[in-house]
């Protein structure tokens, strides 16, 4: 790797070049809103136009200012006989904004589609794992295409494999996943006394639902052996003598029991706070881990489901936010199937006392409902399907899957903006369409701070550098070859040539200036990320000699250790002037 400076002598340099390391942040003030649209028979419509959609922020109409059409290929294509073929979908009309690409197979097997499983081994149940790990094996078996990798990962992070295409490897590590590893959360509740889970918990500790602490209070003067009347165990006007334990009280057999299930219930928030952090955590890593992978991105979450309380629904979000940005579609599976609730919970649930089962009832239903809620929300907001309510896992697991075939993205810059990271609610509709559902996210929150010129100026090239579309904005030549040395190393060597005719230069003083970002990065032969460079071109041009460097052209070249194998080049130019980007990528056999 090599840097460029011509320069005249006592004079500034006309060419300097600054190595600086590829970092690649997302960050953007335009907010991306996905949505897709199905007919009444539940198929995906491709033929509309910006003029069809209305976009409402708090119910303000907004301004689309950005809009793309993305085709991510047929969808459930493999569910079986009964699905009907579909036709084709119309062009769009002629008012429509230029769709985005389709997304390309690739015709040398260079891979360009991935799937990631990531099991929930912190909330699964040994039964709705050995049921949703038989089903997964089965549907990563059934993917044919050479141009398919895919990579197994788990919540709590005690297995992993990453993206590949050798099944032997993918079976391993999806039979080892356990449901051994019960989630903190768990573990406490069935060690408390009394037990009190993660959605009582938080009623009680955070919500201060009295009824909820009755409840606990009961449960704790049987497994304390405190003295209790079995006349007054459901009776409502307990929760007054729950009050009357609240702050300095009488030392009572009652009101220790009050603060027994006090104390329970802040274990099990603390407890369960870690097990959804784990979860969140897992998720915004594989976001990230995919961030990286040039082609289709799908993430099947086999869940059944965890609570996201009130003060992480921003993280919850903000998942959403991440997927969106780096195009990844996530599909979620409730792992439970065809869920129907015990009172008092499983046999395998820890039960203090039976005589406030039935009223324990109302809660349990809820909690079964809101469990859901997050593996719901990251579906419909990222374009992907939630799949529930049945145990076909076959069916399900093929559904979540596969991408929706076409998803509109429509990009809006918010009115009046107030930088206070607040809530915002988003509903779109259609003009004058009837029939239609449409499938959008529900909100975002606002950013605590502007984004920066710079910061834009970053995400435009990581979006180029991520997809696999070809982009010739800034005309430019990516050549490759390799070197391998005596002792076996081997060099990959990308020159980037670059025809500076074509671009743009603001006069300063007496030069003629342009800032030209060169960044190279290579991918394995299964898709993975490996490394890349940067090198920003100052060019401060004197007016005698700039038609001389023009006709010159540009050379950046960036080289890598590597191995033998196959790798994939990417390339990314970015003018700062011309705000232009230019975008390609090469395939290296290296023997």
């Given amino acids: ?63 689309i200012s950005r809009f793309t059409l993305e085709k991510l290929g047929e969808e459930n294509e493999k569910l079986g006989e009964e699905e009907t073929a579909r036709p084709s979908a119309p062009a769009p009309p002629t008012n429509a904004p ?3 690409p389709p997304a390309r197979q690739s015709v040398d097997g260079t891979p360009d589609h991935f799937i990631a499983y990531l099991f929930d081994d912190l909330h699964l149940t040994l ?153 969140i955590s897992a998720t915004r890593a594989v976001i990230g881990r995919m961030t990286s992978m040039p082609g289709k991105r799908n993430i099947v979450l086999i869940s059944p489901g965890f609570l996201v309380l009130d003060n992480r629904h921003q993280e919850q979000m903000e998942l959403i936010e991440r997927a969106i940005k780096a195009s990844v579609v996530i599909g979620g599976l409730d792992a ?58 076959d069916e399900g697991m093929a559904r979540v899957a596969a991408a929706p075939q076409y998803i509109y993205v429509l990009g809006f810059s918010p009115q009046d903006l107030k930088l206070d990271g607040k809530f915002h609610t988003l ?16 909100g975002y929150y606002a950013a605590t701070s502007a984004a920066s010129p710079e910061a834009k100026a970053r995400q435009q090239i990581e979006d180029a550098f991520f997809s696999r579309d070809e982009i ?21 060597s990308a020159v980037t040539k670059i025809d500076a005719k074509k671009l743009t230069f603001k006069k300063v003083n007496d030069r003629n200036t342009n800032d030209v970002t060169v960044v190279t990065g290579i991918f394995d032969s299964d898709g993975n990320y490996i490394s890349g460079q940067q090198k920003i071109l100052q060019m401060r041009f004197l007016d005698r000699t700039l038609q001389t460097r023009l006709n010159s052209g540009i050379s950046v070249e960036h080289t890598f250790a590597v191995h033998p194998g196959r790798y994939t080049v990417r390339m990314v130019i970015r003018d700062a002037e011309g705000q232009s980007i230019s975008a390609q990528s090469s395939v290296v056999d290296i023997p």
Avoid: W
């Fill in 336 to 393: 439970r199937g065809l869920y129907t609730m015990t009172p008092g919970g499983g046999a395998s649930e820890h039960v203090e006392n039976a005589a406030t089962l039935q009223e324990k009832t109302p809660f349990q239903t809820a909690e079964s409902l809101t469990v859901t809620d997050v593996i719901a929300d990251l579906a419909q907001g990222t374009g992907g399907a939630f799949y529930h309510g049945t145990n076909n896992f």
């Fill in 98 to 100: 230029s769709p985005a």
């Fill in 1 to 63: 790797m090599f840097g460029f400076v011509f320069a005249f002598p006592s004079q500034t340099p006309e060419i300097t070049s600054q190595d600086t390391p590829v970092l690649f942040r997302s960050t953007s003030n335009l907010i991306p809103v996905p949505v897709v649209v199905r007919d009444r028979n539940g198929q995906t419509i491709g033929n509309l136009a910006v003029d069809d959609f209305q976009l409402f922020d708090n119910g303000k109409l907004q301004s």
């Fill in 127 to 279: 039964q709705d794992l050995v049921s949703n790990r038989n089903a997964a094996l089965r549907q990563i078996d059934s993917g044919q295409a050479p141009n398919l990798r895919v990579a197994v990962y788990t919540t709590s992070g005690r297995q992993n494999q990453e993206f590949t295409a050798d099944r032997d490897k993918l079976h391993a590590a999806v039979n080892a996943i356990s449901a051994g590893y019960s989630g903190a959360a768990k573990s406490a509740e069935q060690s408390s006394c009394p037990a009190v889970n993660y959605y009582m918990g938080d009623l009680i500790y955070n919500k201060d639902d009295v009824n909820a602490l009755r409840l606990a209070t009961v449960d704790a003067l049987h497994c304390l052996n405190l003295p209790i009347d079995p006349a007054k165990e459901s009776d409502p006007s307990l929760n007054e003598s729950v009050r009357q334990c609240e702050g300095p009280h009488p030392s009572s057999d009652f009101c220790k029991a009050v603060d027994a299930a006090k104390t329970s219930a802040r274990v099990a928030v603390e407890f369960g706070d870690r097990d959804t952090e784990s979860a």
């Fill in 427 to 442: 509903k779109v509709t259609l003009k004058n369409k009837k029939g239609y559902e449409l499938q959008v996210r529900k």
């Fill in 472 to 492: 010739h904005n800034v005309p430019a030549v990516l050549q490759t070859q390799y070197f391998k040395g005596d002792n076996g190393d081997v060099t990959l």
